[in-house]
């Protein structure tokens, strides 16, 4: 038995990477500085592993910004733009990346999207023309020899040709077409190259295999690996799945040439039922038993006894991680705060290695009294601090009313207009308005203590005096309150919440170099007091217009943390829905009348197959969201905000969340998903966002008028709001201003023609 690691985490325990590539990028570190420090990093990354007794360590797992980037670089699918530029290489790179702005020209990064159904986003490599595909295998090669002069044996780790092809934008079908036989190549000559330098074995990823998949696409990755996989010579090849199970493929895989085969055994579950109707004799299964998504402590016991049940199918088996340790947090070590009782559930990558070595040494030992497994067992049993009976019991005794609210939509719409009294076009906001530097270093000297309760709240409240000033001044219709106290949509109800743990480092990576904290959700969920209810009143209370409260849905609170593994996701879900909707029964007794709950990232975790959409997801989903606002009186406007534009294949669902108003990003897809509102009769009132607030621009009253007039032409003008397409706290003061004066001009302008 052997132990390996999918991939390891870049970024450093304290986020060096980070710091060391912005630093270049400010021109405070040369490029062979921040060359070396890679270097030192990867290092560091290697022996951490090396030291913990891992057999397979990954190498060209680092990366500055992707790895899907880094795949497509290597194999020269550069789109023509940045190649005009002539830059260096690393400066090409980059220009991908991030864009370039400068002497040379003037070109957009690449585009990017989530990491399949991780809070990780890579770049959408770009194919324009087919001539330059070749392979570069300098990176590869590098860090290959890099950690061979550390002793280390790696396995090269690349990013599978069938993925990479799902993943590429190709400019046309044509291209598209051509660009197999290319890929092919290249990939052919990178085994060449492998080869030449010795590497033993390399792990193509391969996470796409883990969706439901079509004909075209089986028979499309089966001709590719059957060709490759004849030139391998001495090399071994590993075929690395995760994310889930591969039932469509999965009988493919044992008569294609693989030589190892590694299978999610924590997301796929049919992955145990696969091995089970057999597994080939010439083949190690790589068995993805560490969850590299979450933070919690493996279950020995739970684990060993797979091992057992897969040891009479596969002869040959390596301890794997489900997925790379990218998306948890680097060690416990640097965790001050937290106390032991509570670090000692956690395991971050570095911990998630000596699990690995554990695991492989109890399953070798074979001795149910083992002292390591005795420890295990006992933390498994220390629950009773992580329950709160009271909110069990209302979950239990919630009934089907419940999750309904009445009157229906329709009636609603008539009281709301009496009681609310608002223009045709309403214009808001989605919330946040610019979280400026005083506003961070004030909310950073009051957690340091530097400031009183007294004094921030003071300064706050100035904040928001002049935000609804502000809004006043220009003429919205309905006002925020500017969501100045809020560090995060998710942390500022986590940290009011009981039941969450916040980590000081427990940083993961989300775009390029940039990281998220995720809380972690340790107990049953309870709200104590209330928690936005005193800002929303106080911004209320200076205006004669309605001030919005806001809230942050369950779902999104949900997906933007570490979840329990010891209760389902349903069952945590209900608990934040319960807090949230005492939170909004509050507001409304408070004399909020609009009650927006935000639900960004609703879509983020539908599943990968569409076959489990609604059994695995959206049928506690929607209910936790109808939980949180069927108490209200039919006159209370109900809102909701969603971060992306992709929900026309869900629109019955979002309806069915029957929120009174819906907003959502929709000015960089062109607002194309009017049609399947329109379609599908859309009944809630909508906001589609007029301008895109990912970009400093300045939209011209022109411009707003002509995106307002589009929306009219499909929607009846009784159901349209007027807002930007997300919150405004990552824009400056300036463009902020100038784009709400612009926005709301343009509104009034067409509402005199209606
Ligand atoms: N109300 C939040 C804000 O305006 C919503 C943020 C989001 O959608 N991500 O910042
Ligand atoms: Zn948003």
């Given amino acids: 038995m052997q132990n390996a690691v999918i991939s390891y985490p870049r970024i450093g325990a304290l986020r060096e990477l980070k710091f060391a590539l912005e630093k270049y990028l400010k021109k405070e570190l040369s490029k062979e500085e921040l060359f070396q420090m890679a270097k030192e990093l990867r290092k560091r990354h290697w022996l951490s592993q090396k030291e913990a007794g891992i057999d397979f360590i990954s190498s060209n797992d680092f990366s500055f910004y992707d790895t899907v980037l880094d795949t497509a670089y290597a194999l020269g699918i550069i789109a023509k733009r940045y190649k005009e530029l002539n830059l260096d290489s690393f400066e090409t790179y980059l220009a991908m990346a991030r864009g370039y702005q400068g002497e040379k020209g003037d070109v957009k990064a690449l585009a990017m999207k989530k990491w399949f159904n991780t809070n990780y986003h890579y770049l959408v490599p770009e194919c324009d023309s087919v001539e330059d595909i070749k392979l570069n295998a300098e990176k590869i090669l590098n860090e290959y020899k890099e950690a061979k002069q550390l002793g280390i044996e790696s396995k090269v780790v690349i990013t599978g040709f069938f993925t990479l092809f799902k993943l590429i934008h ?51 990755f089966k001709s590719f690996y059957k060709d490759i996989l004849s030139q391998k010579a001495d090399l071994k090849i590993l075929l690395q799945t995760y994310f889930g199970d591969v039932r469509d493929i999965y009988d493919d895989l044992l008569i294609l040439d693989f030589d190892g085969l590694g299978l999610d055994f924590i997301e796929g579950k049919e992955s145990l039922n696969l091995v089970k109707k057999g597994f080939s004799a010439d083949k190690i299964l790589f068995a993805g038993l560490v969850n590299g998504k979450n933070i919690y402590k493996n279950n020995y016991q739970k684990s060993l006894n797979l091992l057992k049940e897969l040891e009479k199918y596969a002869k040959n088996i390596v301890l794997n991680t489900s997925c790379s340790l990218l ?10 705060k937290l106390d032991k009782g509570f670090l000692e559930h956690f395991a971050f990558a570095e911990e998630k290695l000596i699990e690995l070595k554990e695991l492989k040494e109890l399953f070798l030992a074979k001795d149910e009294k083992h002292p390591l497994l005795q420890a295990n067992l006992r933390l498994f049993e220390q629950k009773e601090n992580k329950k709160n009976e009271a909110v069990n019991k209302r979950i239990s005794e919630l009934k089907e009313a419940d999750f ?33 530097l005083d506003v961070r270093s004030t909310r950073l000297a009051f957690k340091k203590a530097e400031i009183s309760a007294s004094a921030y709240t003071e300064f706050n409240q100035s904040k928001i005096k ?12 309905v006002l925020v309150h500017g969501e100045f106290e809020r560090n995060d949509m998710v942390e500022y109800f986590g940290e009011s919440l009981e039941g969450f743990l916040f980590t000081q480092n427990g940083w993961v990576q989300s775009y390029g170099t940039r990281c998220v904290k995720p809380p972690v959700i340790w107990g049953d969920v309870s709200r104590l007091k209330p928690i936005t209810v005193a800002w929303s009143k106080f911004a209320q209370s200076l205006s004669s ?18 979840p329990r593994e010891d209760i389902s996701l349903k069952q945590s879900t209900l608990q934040i829905a319960l807090a949230i909707r005492d939170e909004v029964l509050d507001l409304e007794a408070a004399g909020i009348k609009i009650i927006q709950i935000d639900e960004a990232a609703l879509r983020e975790k539908l599943p990968l197959r569409r076959s489990d959409w609604h ?14 606002h069927s108490g209200v009186k039919a006159s209370t406007q109900i809102h909701t905000h969603m971060c992306y534009s992709e929900f026309s294949d869900i629109i019955k669902e979002i309806d069915a969340m029957d929120a009174d108003v819906i907003s959502f990003e929709a000015s960089r897809s062109n607002l194309s998903l009017l049609d399947s509102l329109k379609e599908a009769e859309f009944k809630t009132q909508v906001g589609p966002g007029v301008y895109d607030i990912h970009s400093p621009r300045v939209p011209s009253v022109k411009e707003l008028e002509e995106v307002i007039e589009k929306i009219l032409a499909k929607l009846d003008k009784e159901q349209i709001w007027i807002n930007p397409d997300c919150g405004l706290k990552t824009r400056g003061k300036k463009e902020v201003e100038a784009s709400l004066k612009n926005m709301v001009e343009a509104t009034l302008n067409i509402r005199k023609k209606l």
């Fill in 170 to 220: 190709f400019q046309s079908e044509a291209i598209k077409e051509e660009a197999k036989a290319r890929l092919l190549n290249a990939y052919k000559f990178l085994l060449i190259e492998l080869n030449k330098a010795g590497v033993k074995w390399v792990q193509f990823d391969e996470p796409y295999l883990v969706h439901d998949l079509s004909i075209a696409d089986i028979a499309l």
């Fill in 327 to 336: 998306h948890v947090p680097y060690t416990i070590k640097n965790e001050s």
């Fill in 404 to 436: 309904k609210r009445s009157p229906n939509l329709k009636q609603r719409r008539e009281l709301q207009k009496a009681e609310l009294n608002l223009p045709l076009l309403p214009s808001t906001t989605i919330g946040s308005f610019p979280q400026s």
């Fill in 466 to 477: 002049e935000c609804i000033k502000f809004q006043e001044e220009i003429g919205l219709d």
């Fill in 545 to 562: 217009k309605l001030v919005k409260g806001m809230l942050t849905g369950p779902v999104t609170i949900l997906n933007w943390s570490f």
């Fill in 615 to 628: 059994k695995e997801y959206l049928e506690w989903a929607i209910p936790a969201f109808n939980l949180v």
